[in-house]
């Protein structure tokens, strides 16, 4: 399923941006590319895969949750009694 969205690791967090990605480089952003992400930060994107495995930036996450109609990290925390 496409979004609108494409997740970057980028400032080691992972975000997610609506910026184009570039057309050579397939389906993520190609590493030292300035990204501006959901939650409003520019980044420069990392590639790798240890980039991967960074946190995930809270406000993308809440922001392309909103995007695809899922149910808001802090509504399903509070259901089951954690919080992050």
């Known amino acids: 399923m496409s979004h609108p969205f494409t997740w970057v690791p980028g400032d080691r967090a992972r975000h997610a941006s609506q910026d184009q990605?570039?057309?050579f480089s397939g389906n993520e952003f190609p590493p030292d590319i300035t990204v501006?992400?959901?939650c409003g930060?520019?980044?420069t994107s990392a590639t790798?895969?240890?980039a991967?495995?960074?946190k995930t930036c809270?406000?993308?996450d809440e922001r392309t949750r909103e995007i695809?109609?899922?149910?808001p990290l802090a509504e399903i925390e509070r259901r089951i009694g954690t919080n992050s």
């Open 21 to 23: 990605v570039p057309s």
């Open 48 to 50: 790798g895969d240890l």
């Open 41 to 43: 930060q520019r980044v």
């Open 52 to 54: 991967w495995l960074w």
């Open 58 to 60: 809270r406000t993308c």
């Open 68 to 71: 695809v109609g899922l149910e």
């Open 36 to 38: 501006t992400t959901l």
